[in-house]
């Protein structure tokens, strides 16, 4: 397997344009994760996905985050208007578990994001 | 939720030399642990993890952490790091209702030759 796959690798726009990040998890993996990295806030927990449904999206930062996941190997991360302080790089995880002996989460190689 | 102290954000070490990266959890029944490692310009990958049973963990690369029920500490230690060793490492925990990992704010490891 690929492991999981994020694009672009990098993405500069500037203020105000809209951003999409695109992840495709491993295969079989039924939970899908998008993170946030920043200096000052280290890993921040956005969203997770059980089985394409959103479980829990108290980590969204407002109204100007979203995320879907259509089928079982897509899922976007949408930023409409994008802000400066959205800089930062994103990760997407897949795990094919929680609180289970094989919970593991994969990580993909992450998009680093600049908005001008 | 858990929340996860890593309490330094930078140690330097020699080569050869052994390691110990300290982290702190929030009590609570039912905690999984976890550390991951990131290479520059990478993802995240696991190095061990402890659900339950034995509380000394051993991963990948001759790393191990020991768990501690009553200080809630996941120490992770090497005896002898190389250089190529050279990464953030981050600790992350599960539990307390959520099998959510929570993550520390991560420990970079400089190893000099």
């Known amino acids: 397997d690929a492991g999981v796959i994020q694009s672009p690798r990098h993405e500069v726009t500037e203020m105000g344009q809209e951003v999409t990040l695109r992840c495709k998890p491993i295969?079989?993996?039924?939970?899908l994760f998008w993170y946030r990295q920043t200096m000052m806030r280290g890993l921040e927990l956005l969203i997770y996905f059980n089985n394409n449904v959103p479980i829990d999206d108290s980590g969204m930062p407002e109204d100007r985050f979203s995320a879907k996941m259509p089928n079982a190997s897509f899922s976007t991360l949408k930023i409409q208007p994008s802000e400066p302080r959205d800089s930062a790089v994103y990760f997407c995880a897949s795990s094919p578990a929680l609180g289970q002996v094989n919970e593991k989460l994969f990580f993909g190689s992450g998009t680093q994001l600049s908005v001008l | 939720a858990q929340s996860v102290t890593q309490l330094d954000s930078q140690v330097p070490v020699f080569e050869e030399a052994p390691v110990e990266l300290r982290c702190n959890y929030s009590s609570s029944v039912s905690v999984y642990l976890f550390w991951y490692v990131q290479y520059p310009n990478q993802g995240l990958q696991l190095l061990l993890k402890y659900l339950s049973g034995s509380t000394l963990v051993k991963g990948i690369n001759g790393f191990e952490a020991e768990f501690n029920k009553s200080q809630t500490s996941f120490h992770l230690r090497k005896p002898s790091v190389h250089i190529s060793d050279t990464a953030e490492y981050f600790c992350a925990a599960a539990g307390g209702g959520s099998y959510i990992p929570t993550f520390g704010r991560g420990t970079s490891l400089i190893v000099h030759p």
């Open positions: 295969s079989g993996h039924d939970y």
